[in-house]
Nanobody, 120 residues
Framework: QVQLVQSGGGLVQPGGSLRLSCAASGRIFSINAMGWYRQAPGKERELVATISSGGTTNYADSVKGRFTISRDNAKNTVYLQMNSLKPEDTAVYYC??????????????WGQGTQVTVSS
């Protein structure tokens, strides 16, 4: 079994910052790509940022220059530093991890989601 546990999020004023974390644990052999997605009310889930096992990053145009994705391979953890937050960043944020379990089978896992609300 593999578990993803998200932390961070909450309510912040426009222009503020938040940091999200997502830690994977369990029967993990290796982790491939890690990423963050978000879903606003009435909208489809969309990609925010991804980071490969080698550290290559990819961002949605709407967050470029404001958000930074990073990972700590020793801790099996991915982070999302969000700066200069805007009301349109309000959404439930989900981490996503692609990994090989200890039986060398590839699975795609999702975190439980965390609410980010940007409002004055």
């Amino acid at each position: 079994q593999v578990q993803l546990v998200q932390s961070g999020g909450g309510l912040v004023q426009p222009g503020g910052s938040l940091r999200l974390s997502c830690a994977a644990s369990g029967r993990i052999f290796s982790i491939n790509a890690m990423g963050w997605y978000r879903q606003a009310p009435g909208k489809e889930r969309e990609l925010v940022a991804t980071i490969s096992s080698g550290g290559t990053t990819n961002y949605a145009d709407s967050v470029k220059g404001r958000f930074t994705i990073s990972r700590d391979n020793a801790k099996n953890t991915v982070y999302l530093q969000m700066n200069s937050l805007k009301p349109e960043d309000t959404a439930v944020y989900y981490c996503n991890v692609g990994l090989l379990n200890t039986w060398k089978i590839y699975y795609d896992y999702w975190g439980q989601g965390t609410q980010v609300t940007v409002s004055s």
